[in-house]
């Protein structure tokens, strides 16, 4: 008995000691998992230690330290050469870019609130920092030093074009300003940070806070099962019980416009995805654009062009407006002349089926469904079953093996959302080159679109060993009711292939540099827009589109139509794409800023000026314009046909070549356009590959623009690319640079046009 109670009283004051230390104990914070080594394969984030407010500590100390090797560089009494100014410049800011590349990935596609609100705090500290870095005059005194000699001290040519790269970066971010405009220019930068995030913000908004609710069945005429299954998954979510929701995401509002029956429903989606942000609410964007454009022309002007597309352009491959226009024109009057005829076969349609012969914008999905119907005995939802996602992906993966010998296994690390799958890509032989993150599904939290960013760019460290990439392809499509794999349309099984072909991009990249690692935005869509083509050539559908339930693969009538109806829509669709570009070159062409009614603008330069028709609006209009007011394509929404012209001419070679998949051509393509990145400018790159200049004419019978050339005819004048087009080879200092057009932060996100 005494020695239950000794143990008895020995228990009890453990258990108090144990209360009263941890009472007056403070419990230590798990450490900043940005400020310690990470144990995760190939460095992988460690998403199931970093929170939100890790962030801000990060950046900020990142911030610091790259100030701090600023000083070293400056400080140096060394004779500026490459290693202590370009080089050591280049590799500087490794925790910075680390933690803002994983924290606007991550705000990009689970954008709480909270993130949100960090985004704010430390945007504008981001942007004063790289103000201060690019305007540094001891710095700048550095490097003019080094790119003075270039040509006599540095023999390497991928050092020499890095040494172009910074130097011009360096005068594009006002290097050269005298100190009373470099502090406007840095006034004009924070205000320009601050503008994107709101625009930003407000289209976010605008297309999450609108939901359109059916709560009878009959109202859902016409849609295909996976709409209508996804839609009462989506009702169910949000507590809407037994009704359907359907929202402004594409991959629910294009199905959705094609396929419903009720034009007072296809109507009021559409006006709701045109109406974002103008509808003269909290989200409005019309007064946001104006300061955009306001402070890039004043911009523009500090830094000696005339216009700001004209401060763009001059590190591009198109160089200025005139050449951007020359091509936008040479596609303008085909396009708008066969959407015209496209309209005149959807007017007999509806004329025919309901007597009434007024095609509105709304009702131009739907009856060119039909029309496809007519015509090729094609419609979506025969070919849906056939694009099953995980078929899809397996399809991208085995494409690359058999071009590039590549490999792709599934790997166990901490992923930053449950939806997330991640494998390590492996080369030939085994060999790694990187990771891939592929986070497949619309949320709520995630931006509209799809794009491909990178957690970790792909390098060399300082003692030639490889740091592999970790890439990551973010995409929007409708999420799986149960355990069945959601089915794709023909335009997401593109999407897939298209994203994907960034990716392999930055897996294959050999550059040394951070600079020289970024080809230039109008080249950088080529190596997705050509992998596109595969995606629906007969040989590749045999071995990827197969029957969910089933697992036949796709019928040989279904690929014939597929092929036969390639040219379906497609006035629609090219006018849209290039008034878009046009009404972006036209707003950032302004030398003169005065106020602008968006509504009138756009109004006169497209349906007055050049003819486009009431029942076609631009892909993108000003307000909701993310591409260029928030993801840093403004001067550059027409890199995506500039380069479908390089990449319609390339793929050329696969097809000539007698076989698709040639690995010879294959490892050529790779050698000269993918692995090169940055180091080269892009027309060299294509040059390198193709043995010429690009030709206009393979987009253009690609689109249904122009008929094919006869087979026995030789390439004319009419099919070389116009001279107004093409890149003048006599810039002897042809540098271009793959950063945010402001010179501040870089974009978030790369996506599909």
């Not at 984030?45 to 701090?68: M, N, T, V």
């Not at 099984?493 to 690692?517: Q, R």
């Amino acid at each position: 008995m005494s020695r239950f109670v000794t143990l008895f009283f020995v228990a009890i004051s453990a258990l108090t000691f144990t209360i009263s230390t941890t009472g007056c104990k403070k419990e230590t914070p798990p450490p900043n998992p940005f400020f310690t080594q990470w144990d995760t394969p190939y460095g992988f984030p460690p998403f199931d230690k970093i929170r939100p407010e890790h962030y801000k500590p990060a950046i900020e100390r990142g911030i610091a330290l790259h100030s701090a090797e600023i000083d070293s560089i400056v400080s140096n009494t060394q004779t500026p050469d490459f290693n202590n100014v370009i080089a050591a410049f280049d590799r500087s800011g490794e925790l910075l870019d680390r933690a803002s590349s994983i924290f606007y990935q991550i705000l990009s596609t689970d954008g709480s609130d909270e993130l949100r609100q960090i985004e704010l705090e430390i945007a504008p500290k981001i942007t004063a920092h790289k103000d201060s870095i690019y305007q540094n005059e001891q710095l700048f005194a550095r490097i003019d030093s080094v790119y003075a000699t270039r040509e006599q001290r540095i023999a390497d040519p991928e050092q020499r074009r890095l040494t172009e790269l910074i130097y011009k970066q360096f005068v594009h971010s006002g290097a050269r300003l005298d100190p009373q405009k470099k502090k406007r220019l840095q006034e004009i930068n924070q205000e320009l940070t601050s503008l994107s995030i709101r625009f930003g913000n407000n289209l976010q908004a605008e297309t999450k806070n609108f939901i359109l609710v059916i709560d009878s069945a009959k109202h859902l005429n016409g849609l295909p099962d996976e709409l209508k299954n996804s839609a009462i998954k989506r009702g169910n979510d949000l507590g809407l019980e037994s009704k359907w929701v359907f929202t402004l995401d594409n991959s629910c509002l294009i199905p959705f416009l094609t396929h419903s029956e009720i034009d007072t429903l296809r109507k009021k989606m559409y006006t709701a995805y045109i109406n974002r942000g103008r509808n003269g609410n909290e989200y409005d964007n019309r007064q946001i654009v104006n300061d955009i454009l306001r402070l890039r022309t004043e911009k523009a002007h500090l830094l000696g062009y005339p216009s700001y597309a004209a401060f763009v352009l001059d590190d591009r491959m198109a160089q200025n407006p005139e050449k951007v226009y020359g091509l936008l024109d040479t596609l303008w009057t085909p396009a708008l002349e066969l959407a015209k005829e496209e309209l005149a076969e959807l007017t007999s349609i509806k004329k025919t089926e309901t007597g009434d012969s007024t095609v509105a914008a709304w009702d131009w999905w739907f009856y060119a469904e039909k029309l496809r119907r007519r015509d090729y005995r094609l419609d979506e939802s025969t070919l849906m079953p056939y694009f099953a996602l995980e078929d899809v992906k397996t399809g991208v993966f085995q494409l690359s093996n058999r071009l590039w010998g590549l490999s792709f296994r599934p790997i166990s690390v901490p992923t930053y959302n449950t939806e997330c799958f991640v494998y390590e890509v492996l080369d030939r032989n085994d060999a790694p080159l990187g990771v891939l993150n592929f986070d497949p599904y619309m949320r709520r939290e995630k931006r509209g679109g799809a794009w491909c960013g990178l957690f970790r760019n792909g390098l060399y460290a300082t003692d030639s060993t490889r740091v592999f990439p970790i890439v990551t392809v973010v995409c929007n499509f409708t999420p799986p009711s149960g355990s069945q794999s959601p089915l794709l349309t023909l335009d997401e099984t593109k999407t897939l292939f298209h994203e994907f072909g960034h990716a392999l991009h930055k897996l294959f990249c050999k550059a040394k540099y951070n600079a020289t690692s970024h080809a230039e935005w109008d080249f950088v869509e080529l190596p997705s827009q050509i992998m596109e083509n595969w995606s629906t050539e007969p040989e590749v559908l045999r071995f990827y589109a197969r029957n969910y339930q089933t697992g036949d693969p796709i019928p040989e009538h279904l690929i014939r139509k597929i092929h036969s109806s390639k040219s379906s829509n497609q006035g629609f669709a090219t006018t849209e794409l290039v008034a878009a570009a046009l009404l972006d070159m036209d707003l950032h062409s302004i030398t003169e800023y005065g106020t602008i009614d968006l509504d009138a603008f756009e109004q006169q330069a497209l349906y007055e000026k050049r003819g486009l028709i009431p029942q076609i609006a631009p892909r993108y209009q000003a307000p909701y314009f993310a591409h260029i007011f928030d993801g840093g394509y403004a001067a550059g929404y027409y890199g995506y046909l500039w380069a479908e012209v390089l990449d319609k001419d390339a793929f050329q070679a696969f097809t000539t070549s007698g076989d698709l998949f040639d690995r010879e051509v294959a490892q050529t393509f790779r050698s000269t356009i993918l692995e090169p990145g940055g180091t080269t400018d892009g027309m060299m790159l294509f040059k390198n590959f193709m043995g010429r200049e690009p030709q206009v004419l393979p987009m253009m019978v690609a689109r249904g623009l122009a008929e094919p050339p006869a087979e026995d005819s030789t390439a004319t004048a009419e099919a070389t690319l116009p001279d107004s087009l093409k890149t003048d080879s006599s810039k002897t200092d042809a540098v271009k640079r793959q950063s945010d057009s402001s010179g501040t932060a870089t974009p978030r996100v790369r996506v599909r046009p």
